[in-house]
Nanobody
């Protein structure tokens, strides 16, 4: 099993920044790729970004490309999502997920999920 704990959410004004963290523990060898998804009120959960632990490959949803940046700290088993130029439409619960495979934009491909962290962007 892999345990994932997100942190870093909060309230920020439009144009501001937040950095989310996702710390993995347990059988981290089963977490070869990590993804971020988000769910806004009344909407389906959607893909945000994904990164692989090995050879670094990153993927972003078009809606966040150029504003969000993924990075990782292998020693800490932690993935970071730097979110800049935030807009009210980014308001959602952000979930970290892990899978034992290559990166994927499909949430059904992920085996392990964190509890989520709330991000609220005020206008």
């Amino acid at each position: 099993q892999v345990q994932l704990v997100e942190s870093g959410g909060g309230l920020v004004q439009a144009g501001g920044s937040l950095r989310l963290s996702c710390a993995a523990s347990g059988r981290t060898s089963s977490a070869r790729s990590m993804g971020w998804f988000r769910q806004a009120p009344g909407k389906e959960r959607e893909f945000v970004a994904a990164i692989s632990w090995g050879v670094v490959r990153t993927y972003y949803a078009d809606s966040v490309k150029g504003r969000f940046t993924l990075s990782k700290d292998n020693a800490k088993n932690t993935v970071y999502l730097q979110m800049d130029s935030l807009i009210p439409e980014d308001t959602a619960i952000y979930y970290c997920a892990a899978r034992d495979g290559t990166t994927s934009q499909q949430q059904s491909q992920y085996n392990f999920w964190g509890q989520g962290t709330q991000v609220t962007v005020s206008s």
